[in-house]
């Protein structure tokens, strides 16, 4: 049997493939002193508060410290070895229970585990002669989203991340809307618009760009006071645009992780015949939980959806899903070429398993087994545990407390708030306190990624000033944590 | 010191880590009997060679075999290595040194480290503060490439692939002729067309449907009999078109290995002030050796290069450079579009070092740090040997031999050639011989497929029949390997 042939790896491998696994296992070392976890962890806790989230050292600094430069001659293993260490030292622990800075967090075992078994295998995703493990476990996995959305049936593709899977939407829309675009390209043609919350992903203006579609013909629509777009407005601005092709709804808002109002979105887009997009790429995840799947009720309706378990589900990076409700091999029209020496039609297996065609990519990353393991590992009852552990209720408890303000009552994982230092306090409500507490955010980050025990980020929200987002998913923050980030951040900014 | 903590990792993640260390440490096993290699790798040998290349097995059986089906619970440690287990034995093994079916072979176990490491540190590339070592192990890359194109300067990214680096390409080349379709897109604007080579790859015709320009906009110049552009033909089609945009010129075409005239096709897009782009994500490798670079010529001209170490150089999938000659930030202010949560202006470093604008995508993989320690460890001296090791004079010897016909003397490491059975060696040239050689590498391939001991591919090119496209790069082929390959084919095909 092949896989109990007794397996030999070259020294030299060997030696850096455990570097490699070391540093997995610096990742691995999981939670503080977290409530969730048995008591016999103390050790192990001790160990992770004694690697930094970050060590941070400036670019100029970092440049010298690593020595990045390639020269004619090799380097001796030791050296290499040292070189690692020192990658791995001076890279952010996003793995680290204190890292709240990105919408991904945390490490899952089973996906890492899946990621260094698709780096070993080395393969391509575009025909089933090549990668026949990963195109059936895409499919699979593809198939268990669609059920999850709610569609009797459907197609899809894994993307290298989620700004890519909202870029097909918009090719798919107007596919759709006017197919021999693909040949002829937009000159002459009316000029199309697409309708998205002015909260929506960056990635819809950076995909109009680069579609040809043009940054101005992307029409934004007001959100409410929470940050979910208004149908009305909605509906409105479509009657008044030059031509409509299609409305992007999100579902989980970067900054604020609001959910537009994906059913009556639907009603709009049902009236005025325009494809459906649900940017799912962060909220996906409450697809899995009943307690939560409300907030993205109608997600049915949808034509295309873009969803990444890289995000709250915790595969490793990247791990986009993009799903498209038709049946009629939408994406492979419109995306194939044909090329003839991938996809011959002479072959002796069912060519419709060469997936190639259906990206516009050559060669795609086999990302989908990264989600595939883990579910297989704690199944779907498990990945619902950990939204809903993910969700609301807990952190409030915390963040609702004297000089930390909260700029909403978090829908989803993204918590904002203000924390106000003592000397700001009396100050009276204006311009001119609004004006210091911008400034409050930028000078607390720089303290706590020179100290380097948490990591959590700022920006502003239209006309709000600058406040800390902080992103709470991985299941191994504690209570403690949450308690720290609050007692750290005052101790870095009381003096302000 | 960080590195020196005794880490620990959690039992079942040390357990499932260790099958993907064996997953790749089947990769590593190396050569048969090669001659390059010393006689202590008799047992080494002897494990490869019980290692197929591939064990077929039909989709519909491989489904049941994999029990893909994700359920509501999860699986005992045991289930899931089992399934790890299966998904290794029935992938390709890539790195085995008969298996040639693509452009990329072979393992380098340094690569696959670099891999590890970056699977395991799980960040992504758009803000120094989250990804500091990743930033400058880029730059650090981007800057030994440009500097081996011959450039002074310049600016560059990685991308996942070649297919988006030549679409960034076609998107620079717009933007320079005309920034304000980034705003307003094509409508309106008059018809653009790309020029390249109808041997050029499929992803400029993909590109040109993405960004709404059209394939029938990508204008195919003539190639000669060796399959390289024809400079004059390119200059006749310019001259007759409507809104000339951008060349590409190919540099190691995808079938048979082409190199277009960079030189003189630089001095026809000098003349007409069009962009030039080299799609060298397969030949970009002759660059680093003095024997071969003469293939690239006026490379240095360029305006916009892609070259794909995951091809000849073997770093690990996916790791594809696009480098650009402007100095003046083109790259960013093509693809900005200043996400405020993300690029704040206020950070207490340089944000000149937050490189995610420069992407259209957001979250971006560190994939410059696999060929970073690849050429750290070999050093650009053993990377020129590897090249020069690869390419021509040596397969020729074996395949200009009785029942193979080489379709071209190749330039590169495509080796192009008809396997002619017995039987048809005495009938007449003419199309009904042409018509029944057209069918035999089908035939041979699904042999080959089913009894898993090599792996390679076919297709047509032009009005030419079925061949073989052998593609040899893995430096641990040796000639017993190009002998099996030959009898092997014989083997399977001389009753047909």
């Known amino acids: 049997m092949w896989w109990g042939l007794e397996i030999q790896v070259k020294e030299k491998a060997h030696i850096l493939i455990s570097a490699a696994v070391r540093a997995r296992a610096s990742q ?15 050790v192990w806790s001790l160990h992770v508060l004694l690697v930094s989230v970050c060590e941070w ?29 020192d990658v791995i030292k001076y890279s952010v622990k996003t793995g680290h229970p ?46 268990k989203m669609i059920e999850v959305i709610g569609w009797e049936d459907g197609d899809g593709t894994f993307n290298p991340g989620g700004s890519m899977s909202n870029m097909y939407a918009l090719n798919l829309a107007r596919y759709r809307h006017s197919p021999d675009i693909k040949e002829n390209g937009l000159f002459g043609v ?67 992780g609001a959910f537009d109002p994906i059913d009556q979105i639907a009603d709009v887009c049902e009236k005025y015949g325009l494809w459906l997009h649900v940017d799912a790429c962060w909220g996906g995840a409450v697809l899995l939980s009943e307690r939560h799947k409300h907030l993205v009720k109608g997600i049915d309706r949808a034509d295309s959806v873009a969803w990444n378990p890289h995000k709250m589900l915790m595969a490793c990076l990247q791990c986009s899903g993009f799903l498209v409700r038709d049946k009629t091999h939408l994406l492979q029209r419109c995306h194939s070429a044909r090329a003839s020496y991938l996809f011959q039609q002479d072959k002796f297996y069912d060519v419709s398993f060469d997936c190639g065609d259906k990206s ?68 009276p409500d204006g ?31 239209q006309d709000k000033a600058n406040f800390f987002r902080m992103v709470i998913i991985n299941p191994d923050v504690g209570t403690d944590d949450l308690h720290f980030v609050l007692e750290e951040t005052h101790r870095l900014g009381k003096d302000l």
């Not at 691995?28 to 103390?42: T, V, Y």
């Not at 575009?126 to 499919?139: D, H, I, K, N, R």
């Open 98 to 143: 204190r890292f709240f800075n990105q919408l991904y967090a945390g490490m899952e075992p089973y996906s890492t585990v899946g990621s260094f078994i698709t780096e070993a295998i080395k393969t391509s995703l575009y025909t089933y002669e090549v990668a026949p493990v990963f195109t059936l476990v895409e499919q699979a996995v593809l198939k």
């Open 431 to 461: 311009p001119e306190l609004w004006e210091k507490i911008h400034k409050v955010a930028p000078v607390i980050k720089e303290r706590m990624m020179k100290k380097g025990n948490m990591m959590l980020g700022y920006q502003m929200y």
């Open 360 to 427: 516009i990519q050559c060669s795609r990353k086999p990302d989908a087994f990264k989600i595939w393991l883990l579910w297989k590992a704690l199944g779907t009852s498990q990945l619902e545990q950990r939204v809903d552990r993910a969700l609301p209720a807990k952190p409030m408890k915390f963040f609702l407390l004297f000089f930390f303000f909260c700029l909403f009552q978090p829908e989803y994982a993204n918590v904002c708030f203000w924390y106000i230092p003592p000397s700001l306090r009396s100050l």
């Open 57 to 85: 050292v400036f670019p100029e600094q970092l440049q010298q410290l690593l020595d990045l430069d390639l020269r004619d001659t090799g380097e001796s293993e030791e050296a290499l070895l040292r070189r690692c260490s």
């Open 190 to 256: 009316k000029r199309q618009v697409i309708f998205t919350s002015q909260d929506a992903h960056y990635s819809l203006s950076k995909g109009a760009a680069f579609l040809g579609i043009g940054t101005k013909n992307i029409c934004t629509v007001p959100t409410d006071e929470r940050g979910r777009m208004v149908p009305s407005a909605l509906e409105e601005l479509i009657l008044k645009s030059a031509e409509p092709i299609m409305v992007n709804a999100t579902a989980g808002t970067t900054v604020i």
């Open 28 to 42: 691995l070392e999981g939670p503080g002193f977290n409530s969730h976890q048995g008591p016999g962890l103390s």
